[in-house]
T-cell receptor
Framework: ETGVTQSPTHLIKTRGQQVTLRCSSQSGHNTVSWYQQALGQGPQFIFQYYREEENGRGNFPPRFSGLQFPNYSSELNVNALELDDSALYLC?????????????FGQGTRLTVV | AQTVTQSQPEMSVQEAETVTLSCTYDTSESNYYLFWYKQPPSRQMILVIRQEAYKQQNATENRFSVNFQKAAKSFSLKISDSQLGDTAMYFCAFMKYRLNQGAQKLVFGQGTRLTINP
């Protein structure tokens, strides 16, 4: 058990709606990364947050946004949902300390857009 | 940009057999990390093994070992004495190395679905 928790585990939204996904990072970790995993594919990097600021972003449109809080937990917000946003959203916590490379993943949130 | 390619969408072996999963990658970086992650039906990504590119020695973790060929940009995973619990999706992943900056983003391959049959 890695200590990274995501909520909710599943949800269904209608096209055009907005959604917020949440992630609590592992104790001692100051960095949270979000990934989108479409069915049958590998995860794709959305963005990373470090000390409450975005610290790198993948090829995702601005309607994908995030927050990181002082306790290092994080939210992923997606506006104007599209059918193609249906995927498993994974959160990974890690540390920016020197020599640290391991990312610990949560169990993901399965988002279905109808 | 880095890319990671796993050319075997599915593999299936009998319990106790040895299986090798293939991975190739493309990068212009000279120093980086490579990983194999396991994703069982529970969906949680679990780190199996890690390799630092500057190390020539192949990493091993119990029944899991890698064959890292830096010049060929190849990074295969060998699972010895396979067990039913090894059934999962396996992802190869790449991470850049940045001095004193800790964990960077992961670039994943498409995955290989491994089934261990009794």
């Amino acid at each position: 058990e890695t200590g990274v928790t995501q909520s909710p585990t599943h949800l269904i939204k209608t096209r055009g709606q907005q959604v917020t996904l949440r992630c609590s990072s592992q104790s001692g970790h100051n960095t949270v990364s979000w990934y989108q995993q479409a069915l049958g594919q590998g995860p794709q990097f959305i963005f990373q947050y470090y000390r409450e600021e975005e610290n790198g972003r993948g090829n995702f449109p601005p309607r994908f946004s995030g927050l990181q809080f002082p306790n290092y937990s994080s939210e992923l917000n997606v506006n104007a949902l599209e059918l193609d946003d249906s995927a498993l959203y994974l959160c990974a916590s890690s540390s920016k300390s020197a020599g640290s490379t391991e990312a610990f993943f949560g169990q993901g949130t399965r988002l279905t857009v109808v | 940009a880095q890319t990671v390619t796993q050319s075997q969408p599915e593999m299936s072996v009998q319990e106790a057999e040895t299986v090798t999963l293939s991975c190739t990658y493309d990068t212009s970086e000279s120093n980086y990390y490579l990983f194999w992650y396991k994703q069982p039906p529970s969906r949680q990504m679990i780190l199996v093994i890690r390799q630092e590119a500057y190390k020539q020695q192949n990493a091993t973790e119990n029944r899991f070992s890698v064959n890292f060929q830096k010049a060929a940009k190849s990074f295969s995973l060998k699972i010895s004495d396979s067990q039913l619990g090894d059934t999962a999706m396996y992802f190869c992943a790449f991470m850049k190395y940045r001095l004193n900056q800790g964990a960077q983003k992961l670039v994943f391959g498409q995955g290989t679905r491994l089934t261990i049959n009794p």
